[in-house]
């Protein structure tokens, strides 16, 4: 949701030679020409589809599914997907394509299995060509819209599109939107308005969406905005892996209550980055109440368990990044059994008007680990940033190399990448997607 801009992939390669880090694997998962996966499917025959679903509908394994501009699935209407099929945007130049949104009452039952994911990707790497390269932006998002409660106006358009048919949010806290199960989402994205206008589609996109809805085992891959963002709603999801983000890995607005459990967050050195004001603004969760850090109720307060945000190894490569965890406007935060690592900052908390920290609004319990560069945990009140002890984060690390918390090797830019003890979503399994 913040403005952005790309650094370019060869600054980042002169900086992983200036620190001495290797590729973990000489064919990471980049932005890069198709591997065999891609190579299998990509002479299936194509079925294009564009505009409203007008009739429940079932996309088939047996096409490779082109969605041209905004598809929607209207209020009423069912679109199920295949275990094993792959969605592509077509290219399009003057406007959004490739966005596929679930409006208020329509359902998407896109369930996959760990091993025949529902893939949505590059039209590039679907291509059958070595001469062309996938880049974040190359397929749309997923936009799934839902009635369930938000501190924003049910007349709220969703960030991304225009139009009241986008609207979410209302006081159904058990709508159901349907199930996403085992789907990979790659190379998504897109600008609204202009580049860096600060209304971005993202790779999942989830607004007043409830508790009824199922979203389990979900990665999202070199987003050209944040992989996952929740405005408002009381979904739960779990096993959540995003990888490569240009932006946010987890970004919680507008009264989002729901629960997380069993996340990672991934940091690719080699993959773009956002800027704020010319300075780095990834971070692994972005948390606000509102754009306007109001009292508005509900408070985001999501709940998040077992989760696990590694940014880069080595100082120098970490300063592309902001901080692991940034909670700020009124946000609210539930974290239970966490590590964090690799960032300038671990844990900081940013209060709305040069206000005091209030210790209440977080509850840390069950380990919180956090690591940072600059910083393990901080507070920013106004413009100045200090050091701030946090009840419940039960150890804390500035190291350079950044701390491993007991896992193997975490850094995915180097060599032996395992994140052991804390797979606990089978994030190295065969339904994700790291290395060719």
């Known amino acids: ?152 106006p049910a007349t709220t358009t969703i960030e991304g599109l225009t139009g009241s048919q986008y609207y979410y949010g209302g006081t159904n806290a058990a709508h159901n939107g349907g199930s996403l199960k085992y789907v990979r989402i790659e190379f998504a994205g897109y600008d609204l308005l202009a580049p860096n206008s600060g209304n971005e589609i993202n790779g999942l996109t989830l607004g007043g969406v409830g508790s009824g ?73 972005e948390l606000d109440n509102n754009a306007a850090g109001s009292a508005a109720t509900p408070f985001t307060r999501p709940v998040i368990n077992n989760l696990t945000i590694v940014g880069a190894r080595t100082g120098t490569s970490g300063a592309l990044y902001e901080n692991a965890i940034h909670v700020r406007r009124n946000g609210k935060l539930t974290l239970n059994n966490a590590v964090v690592t690799g960032y300038p900052v671990g844990i900081l908390l940013e209060t709305v008007a040069s206000a005091p920290v209030n210790l209440a609004d977080l509850s840390f319990t069950g380990g919180v680990s956090a690591h940072g560069f600059t910083f393990a945990t901080a507070s920013k009140i106004g413009s100045t940033t200090a050091a701030l002890t946090i009840p419940g984060v039960t150890a804390t690390s500035t190291s350079n190399p950044a701390a491993v918390w007991g896992m193997t090797q975490p850094f995915f830019n180097t060599p032996g990448w395992n994140v052991t003890p804390r797979n606990c979503g089978d994030f190295q399994g065969t339904w994700t997607k790291y290395a060719f």
Request: with cysteine.
């Open 1 to 152: 949701m913040k403005n952005l801009f790309f650094v370019a992939l060869a600054a980042l390669s002169l900086t992983a030679c200036s620190e001495n880090e290797t590729e973990s694997n000489t064919d990471s998962f980049g932005m890069q020409s198709a591997s065999a996966e891609y190579l299998a499917v990509c002479s299936t025959p194509v079925q294009t589809v564009a505009g409203n679903i007008t009739v429940s509908t079932t996309w088939t394994a047996n096409r490779i599914w082109e969605i041209d501009g905004i598809v929607n699935v209207p209020s009423g209407v069912t679109l199920t997907i295949e275990p094993g099929t792959y969605i592509k945007a077509k290219p399009n130049a003057n406007g959004a394509t490739g966005v596929l949104v679930v409006q208020k009452g329509g359902k998407l039952i896109a369930n996959g299995t760990a091993t025949a994911p529902i893939v949505f990707t590059s039209y590039k790497l679907l291509d059958c060509s070595a001469a062309t390269t996938a880049s974040p932006g190359d397929f749309g998002g997923i936009v799934i819209l839902g009635d369930a409660p938000a501190n924003t």
């Open 213 to 285: 809805t199922t979203i389990d085992h979900v990665q999202v891959s070199y987003g050209k905005d944040d992989s996952f963002e929740f405005f408002g709603g009381t979904v739960n999801a779990t096993n959540l892996v995003s990888f490569a983000a240009d932006d946010d890995n987890f970004d919680f607005d507008s009264g989002y209550t729901g629960t997380i459990t069993c996340a990672l967050a991934l940091a690719n050195q080699n993959s773009t980055h956002s800027l704020s004001g010319g300075s780095p603004d990834s971070n692994g969760i």
